[in-house]
């Protein structure tokens, strides 16, 4: 089964705050994904890649930037917080870019923006 | 608009019955459908993938797909309360980006 891990796993923060959401794959899969989650709209796709040093954007980008620095590893970065962005996220890897590819996602990391 | 939408918000079934979820699209691009399953404190997992029209049986869950009218359900027959979950329905229409659009989810809930 595919690992992804992610931290942290809570972090609180305050308006105009800096915060970095880290994400690991070990299974040599191409494909990375951050998605938020919020009760009544699902799971919103934020920012993905494609390998390393790539970065596609999602469907909600705004107030997000994002990094892939390795295969294994991609962040997510809010560079000044707004509570808006109170959210749990979620990160997810996938092996080809392919329609028939599933998703594995990581644990989760519940986000608090006072 | 969402372009994926589940039925019912949530749903409670009698351990031992039948759980029937929803999910319709309004993108007639999407081609290919998954059922997602979160447990509390969890991140979603692959539950089953459909692709065809017609059924598609794992153990006691089945996916119906019916690619005219958009729409793709999951039935759960047997439901054990280790099935108490956030379900999403999933697609896309693939190509290169992978990309899903994920519906907001049904709250299923199995009673003892």
């Known amino acids: 089964e595919a690992a992804v891990t992610q931290s942290p796993r809570n972090k609180v923060t305050v308006t105009g705050g800096n915060v970095t959401l880290s994400c690991r794959q070990t299974?040599?899969?191409?494909?990375m994904y951050w998605y938020r989650q919020d009760t009544g709209h699902g799971l919103r796709l934020i920012h993905y890649s494609y390998g390393a040093g790539n970065l596609q954007i999602g469907d909600v980008p705004d107030g997000y930037k994002a990094t892939r620095t390795t295969q294994e590893d991609f962040f997510l970065l809010l560079e000044l917080a707004s509570p808006s962005q109170t959210s749990l996220y979620f990160c997810?890897?996938?092996?080809?870019?392919?329609?028939?590819?599933?998703?594995?996602f990581g644990p989760g990391t519940r986000l608090l923006v006072l | 608009q969402q372009k994926v939408q589940q039925s019912p918000e949530s749903l409670s079934v009698p351990e031992g019955g039948m759980a029937s979820l929803n999910c319709t699209s309004s993108d007639r691009n999407f081609q290919y459908f998954w059922w997602y399953r979160q447990h509390s404190g969890e991140g979603p997992k692959a539950l089953m993938s459909i692709f065809s029209d017609g059924d598609k049986k794992e153990g006691r869950f089945t996916a119906h797909l019916n690619k005219a009218s958009l729409h793709v359900s999951l039935h759960i027959r047997d439901s054990q309360p280790s099935d108490s979950a956030l379900y999403f329905c999933a697609a896309n229409t693939g190509g290169l980006s992978g990309k899903l659009t994920f519906g907001e989810g049904t709250q299923v809930t199995v009673i003892s």
């Open positions: 299974n040599s899969h191409n494909y």
């Open positions: 997810a890897s996938s092996a080809r870019d392919w329609g028939e590819d599933t998703q594995y």
